[in-house]
Every structure is written in C-alpha cells, then in structure tokens.
C-alpha cells in the first residue's frame, strides 16, 4: 500500500511523521510494482505511473478528495522519469513502447493535451518498424491471459504463418511492460525488424497483476510447472489460429525467463522449433 505521511509536532515526542492517508486503489496494491515514478502537482495533488497490465499509465491521486483518477490523454507504453511544473499544471516525461522510440512529452494535468516535444529517435523508430497488437488467450482452465504481439510493421494482422519468439523477462517478480527494447534481453523491438515476430505475456508472479496469480507459483508443487504450461497452450493455440507454424514457433527469455526457456523444451519438446 502507498502511504502518505504529515510531519506533526508533539510536546511529548518532537517532531514525527504521522500516517494522513493510505492509498488503497488496486492499481496501487497489485504486488511487485516499485516503478511508481511518484512526484507533486500541488499540495493536494500526487502523480503516479503505476503499471496497469503491461501499460504504465499517469494517475493523479487528489488528497482532498481522497480519489484516485486516470489521466486523460496519456500515451500508451510506459512512462518514466514524470516531472511536475505545478505553475503551468502540466508534466514532463519520457516515454516508449515496442513502436514507438524513448521520447520527451509535454502533458497538460487538466485538459489531457500531451504533445511529444523531441524527435531525437525517430530515424531507429523508422528502422525497426514495428506493430504493437494486443491479444488475448483463453486457456482450458478458464482463466483468460493478455498480451501484446510485437509484428514487423509491414506484416498482415492477424498474423499468417508468421515466425515468432514467445518472450518472457527475468524475475520471478519481473516487469514485463510495453517499452522500446533493443537488446537480446528485450527483443519485443529488435526482432521484428528482422521480420520475426514477438509474442509478449505476463504470467504469474508479474507487476500489475493481482496477488491471485502471485501465489499460483508457489501454491502445491506448481514452481517450474504452471507458467511453464499455461505458456506451451499459448503457444499451440497460436498455431491453431494459423498465425505461425509449428516448425516457426521460438521461445526466449533472460534470466527467470531462461530459466523458462529451458524448463519450456524439458516439459514441452514438441511445442518450440527453437529456444535461446
């Protein structure tokens, strides 16, 4: 939970800091997340970036009205780094997604206008190319699962027959968000360029998610199982769908996700043509 505390003044214990307010809202609650890029409006008002699914989005917490809202007009991906200029009531900040290279944007608290103000890496944006679609996958048990799938840019949606690398990060506890990224840990840019695409979603133990599927991993004996098996069903359901081949489904992942990696092809041999 996201505490807020006044500075109070006793005859008894001198100056201590008092708990004013708990912050409740389940965007804030869900496990994990310690990326709430937290900075002052005013003296009333609090910005948030909190990690809703795979999206880190602006929030603004109103004390006096003890109400936690969304802002309106925030780009989607992930922000980082937000400033306040409580004088003009507006925020700087960066942000990116799998399409969209890191920029500075300039972001109205009240109207919602937000304009990018820097064009510093539209020339690696305009190399990579790439589409950014969201997905859902509903497996045998029930349970529903989300996703981004991150195509070359010149690719059909949905997909057909398209190679693609099932992604997971490190953790357990990792962030797995919607960013620019460039690097063999974070593919989810790099290689659509390369016309492959990649296939992004959080399972259990991830920021943004509810403490429900937190437990799943060490609930019973399901530690290298669970997320292990939802992610193969995954996988042959892309297959069924027609949006890749067997003989073109990868699977990749750094640290907890080369752990998984590797579990995926003990467990699942038949599922993945290729592993890394």
Do not use: C
């Amino acid at each position: 939970h996201l505490l807020a505390f006044d500075v109070a003044s006793t005859a008894d214990a001198g100056t201590s800091l008092q708990p004013s307010a708990v912050l409740n809202e389940p965007v804030l609650t869900a496990p994990g997340d310690d990326g709430l890029n937290v900075t002052w409006l005013s003296d009333d008002e609090l910005i948030l970036a909190p990690l809703a699914g795979m999206d880190r989005q602006l929030h603004k917490y109103d004390f006096s009205q003890a109400r936690l809202t969304p802002l309106a007009g925030t780009p989607a991906g992930s922000i980082v780094t937000p400033l306040a200029l409580p004088a003009q009531r507006e925020l700087l900040y960066f942000n990116s997604s799998a399409s969209r290279a890191p920029e500075l944007w300039r972001h109205q608290a009240d109207s919602g206008a937000a304009h990018v103000q820097t064009s510093i890496n539209q020339a690696a944006q305009g190399a990579a190319g790439v589409r950014e679609q969201r997905v859902s996958f509903t497996l045998a048990s029930g349970e529903q699962r989300q996703g981004y799938w991150f195509a070359p840019g010149n690719a059909p949606w949905p997909p057909v027959n398209q190679r693609v690398v099932l992604w997971q990060a490190g953790g357990p506890g990792g962030e797995m968000g919607n960013h620019w990224g460039v690097n063999v840990e974070s593919p989810h840019t790099l290689l659509p360029s390369f016309g492959i695409g990649v296939l992004m979603v959080p399972l259990q133990q991830r920021p943004g998610l509810d403490s429900r599927l937190w437990n799943q991993l060490a609930d019973g004996d399901n530690f290298g199982a669970v997320d292990i098996d939802e992610l193969a069903e995954i996988a042959g359901q892309v297959v069924a769908r027609g949006w890749a081949r067997a003989d073109q489904v990868g699977i990749s992942g750094w640290s907890y996700g080369g752990y998984m990696t590797a579990q995926s092809i003990v467990r699942h041999p038949q599922r993945y043509a290729a592993a890394n």
